[in-house]
Nanobody, 124 residues
Framework: QVDLVESGGELVQPGGSLRLSCAAS????????MAWFRQVPCDEREFIGA????????YYADSVRGRFTISRDNVKNMVYLQMNSLKPVDTAVYYC?????????????????WGQGTQVTVSS
C-alpha cells in the first residue's frame, strides 16, 4: 500500500509560479515511477509528466514542457511539480500517482495509487 498526499494548490495570477508537493508513504520502494496528472470537471484526466525513482528519468507532456519541472527527493519520498508561466488553461485539480512499472506511461490506467488532488486556479 502506498499513500499519496498532494499539497500546494492555490489561486495564482496568469504568468505566476506555483510549486506542488506530493508526499509518499508506505511501500514506496515497490514503485517504479511517480507522475502528475490534472483533471477538469467532466473531462478526462490529463498526463502532465513523470519521473522514475531510480535514475530520475523525466517525461513531459507537450503542453507543459518548458514551463513545468518535476523533481523528487528519494530520502524524503517527496515528488514536486514546479509550475512557471501559468496560464488559465492550467486551472485544474492536480493529482500525483505511483506505478509499479515497469514503465512510466501517460495513461492513468497504468498507475496503481493516487493522491486526493489539490486545486490550482489560474485567474486574474
Amino acid at each position: 500500500q502506498v499513500d499519496l498526499v498532494e499539497s500546494g494548490g492555490e489561486l495564482v495570477q496568469p504568468g505566476g509560479s506555483l510549486r506542488l508537493s506530493c508526499a509518499a508513504s508506505g511501500s514506496t520502494f515497490k514503485t517504479y515511477a511517480m507522475a502528475w496528472f490534472r483533471q477538469v470537471p467532466c473531462d478526462e484526466r490529463e498526463f502532465i509528466g513523470a519521473i522514475t525513482w531510480i535514475g530520475g528519468t523525466l517525461y513531459y507532456a507537450d503542453s507543459v514542457r518548458g514551463r513545468f519541472t518535476i523533481s523528487r527527493d528519494n530520502v524524503k519520498n517527496m515528488v514536486y511539480l514546479q509550475m512557471n508561466s501559468l496560464k488559465p488553461v492550467d486551472t485544474a485539480v492536480y493529482y500525483c500517482a505511483a506505478t509499479f512499472g515497469p514503465r512510466a506511461t501517460m495513461s492513468p490506467g497504468e498507475y496503481d495509487y493516487w493522491g486526493q488532488g489539490t486545486q490550482v486556479t489560474v485567474s486574474s
